[in-house]
């Protein structure tokens, strides 16, 4: 006897192809939102289907926006010669939020990963390079994650931007605040000391 309803049971499935959510996790969500009044289901709904309608790339910096260009790119306030480079729009959000950044941004949408036929065309690198040569651009500051992938995707912009008259850097990773020294990994010890800076 199937104690679940079909309609609960799609909804789980559903919520259960998101990243990071598992079966316990998506029938807990789906019967949250059962329980509360059906006009938030609706609203919930109707956002989700309305994504792709609304939501688009910016042209210039492959930002989602429901604009093009998008808010930043088209903030005359945000300094056009600094591009900080990232992976995904979470990384967009997350320098944003720290509030320190007052230049733009280029999204790559990805990483170099060989393994997973993912070079650099899919990873929108050669825009990048024609958008330093089209633009006013003094530096470009390379904001990948410290994985392996990361790295890798780093080195390679680095290679490739070089022969271009920009300065061309790397967000500086260290230990964190409050993290005992011994319980750093290698590769975070290397990029600490790698950036150190003069003390006092």
């Known amino acids: 006897m199937n104690v679940v ?3 609960l049971a799609r909804l789980i499935d559903d919520l259960a192809r998101l990243p990071g959510i598992g079966r316990k996790t ?3 969500l789906a019967l949250h939102i059962l329980r509360r009044p059906a006009v938030e289901a609706h609203e919930l709904a109707n ?6 309608e609304t939501i688009n790339l910016c042209s210039n910096c492959f930002a989602f926006s429901e604009s093009d260009p998008c808010e930043i790119c088209g903030d005359p306030g945000r300094d056009r010669a600094m591009i900080c480079v990232v992976e995904g729009p979470a990384d967009l959000m997350a320098i944003e939020k720290a509030a320190s950044f007052k230049g733009c941004y280029h999204i790559l949408h990805g990483v170099l990963s060989p393994m997973d036929g993912i070079g650099p065309a899919e990873i929108r690198v050669d825009a990048l390079i024609k958008r330093v040569k089209r633009q006013e651009v003094a530096e470009v500051l390379i904001a990948t994650s410290s994985t392996v992938p990361g790295e890798a995707t780093a080195a390679y912009l680095a290679g490739r931007l070089q022969a271009l008259p920009i300065v061309v850097s790397r967000l500086a990773c260290g230990i964190p605040m409050g993290m005992d020294i011994k319980y750093a990994d290698e590769l975070t010890l290397t990029r600490a000391i790698e950036s150190r800076k003069a003390a006092g």
């Open 26 to 28: 998506a029938t807990r």
């Open 47 to 52: 956002d989700i289907a309305n994504l792709h």
């Open 5 to 7: 309803p079909p309609a």
